[in-house]
């Protein structure tokens, strides 16, 4: 835990077993603060709470977070449960009600049961701790079968710094966020407005670049808090020497986070990796890696271990950006099975074995330029639908 943090996590009746619903992290002073949002146009009441807490004076002291229940589609109802369960955070912890931030995840249209929401909230502060990391990481889980978190060491200005990150998500997770909630922290000075550009940069990197079933939710935020207690005393900007370290440490934290997401994901049974190579823009190397690990028949394919590298190239074709159709390789892992658009004679046994791993990359040279991409996903399995198709249930 980067200096400066707690957390903590407690069941408080929003999930039918007695797993964790309800977590927090508090720092011991105002964090600078950073966050981004789902594109989705259905935004859910606690993600306009936190914007409006963050844009005060970009500063968070207590971030809340329920599980169970999205609290989106909720009306007017919905936003008053938010600011309800920001008052009531900020009263338990002794902060400013515009120093907290919530959000929340589960099923969507469905009202908070408040009465038992604050009634957990109250007994937070009792269940904060310096190693509480895991309580918390319970608390958040809606159908992730394992919990997700990391966190790097380095130097900064001669001091140790610390910079962690937890999330959940395993459905309804496509790129421009996903039913997904990231929480970062970190104990390095840094001012809000730097820290979202850096924040901003990775997630169109990491959290941006991870699929599961093609679904944006309601909810999907991302949230980073410094609390500036590691000792460094420049703030860290472009133009410090360790820099390049930090963004380093952050990005590695992003992108561990997206890819255990992915991992994860519904009825999943491996982690896809799509790199693309030779692209003529960065954007056009991400909207096909992003197709690419986005088709469900490719998805399909890799459940089933099939070669199939037909349906690869035709989700690179359909990307909507410039190809040369003459010059397209495709590789499974070290096994080239199209070269210069053409097939050529492959292992099929070799391959089948290579797609059945845990872990299936798939290259795509596109010979046209020097930018590039890497996206994540998993495969489609029969346990995904029947996962969805009970949702509620």
């Known amino acids: 835990m980067p200096q400066g943090f707690r957390a903590g996590g407690l069941h408080c009746g929003l999930k039918k077993t007695s797993r ?3 977590g927090v992290i508090v720092c011991e002073v105002p964090a600078q603060a950073a ?3 789902t594109l989705n146009a259905f935004q859910a009441a606690p993600l306009h709470v936190t914007r409006e807490s963050v844009a005060v004076e970009g500063k968070l002291q207590v971030m809340l977070v329920n599980s169970g229940n999205a609290n989106a589609c909720t009306g007017k109802q919905g936003d008053q449960d938010a600011r309800g369960m920001r008052a009531a955070a900020a009263e338990a912890f002794g902060v400013a009600e515009h120093l907290v931030g919530v959000t929340s995840t589960g099923v969507i249209g469905e009202l908070l049961p408040m009465p038992k929401v604050l009634g957990g909230i ?11 990391g895991e309580d918390f990481c319970q608390a958040i889980l809606t159908t992730d079968l394992v919990q997700k978190m990391t966190c790097v060491q380095l130097t900064v200005g001669g001091k140790t710094v610390h910079i962690a990150g937890s999330a959940k998500g395993s459905g309804m997770i496509h790129p421009n966020m996903a039913t997904m909630l990231g929480f970062m922290t970190t104990d390095a000075k840094i001012e809000s407005a730097q820290l979202q550009k850096l924040l901003n940069g990775v997630t169109d990197s990491t959290f941006n670049m991870i ?3 093609g679904d944006t939710s309601t909810n999907d935020m991302v949230i980073v808090m410094a609390s500036g207690l590691a000792g460094n005393d420049e703030s860290l900007t472009p ?3 360790d820099w390049a370290a930090f963004e380093a440490g ?4 992003g992108e561990y986070l997206a890819k255990a997401i992915a991992r994860d994901g519904e009825g999943a049974t491996k982690l896809i990796e799509v790199s693309v190579t030779g692209a003529e823009t960065q954007n056009a190397a991400r909207a096909i890696a992003k197709t690419v690990i986005g088709s469900s028949l490719v998805k399909s394919a890799c459940f089933g ?3 199939n590298w037909g349906r690869i190239i035709a989700a690179v074709g359909r990307a909507g950006q410039p190809v040369n159709t003459e010059t397209v390789d495709i590789r499974l ?14 292992d099929e046994p070799q391959a089948a074995e290579y797609l059945k791993g845990e872990l299936v990359v798939i290259h795509v040279n596109l010979n046209m330029g020097n930018e590039h991409a890497t996206a994540w996903g998993c495969d489609l399995t029969y346990d995904y639908v029947r996962i969805n198709a009970a949702y509620r249930t």
């Open 20 to 22: 964790f619903d309800l």
């Open 35 to 37: 966050g981004v949002y």
């Open 122 to 132: 109250e007994k937070l502060p009792q269940q904060v701790k310096a190693d509480g």
């Open 211 to 213: 699929t599961v079933d």
């Open 239 to 241: 133009e410090h020497p």
């Open 250 to 253: 952050f990005r590695y934290v």
């Open 305 to 307: 271990a099939d070669a």
């Open 333 to 346: 892992g070290d096994i080239s099975v199209l070269e210069q658009s053409r097939p050529i004679k492959f």
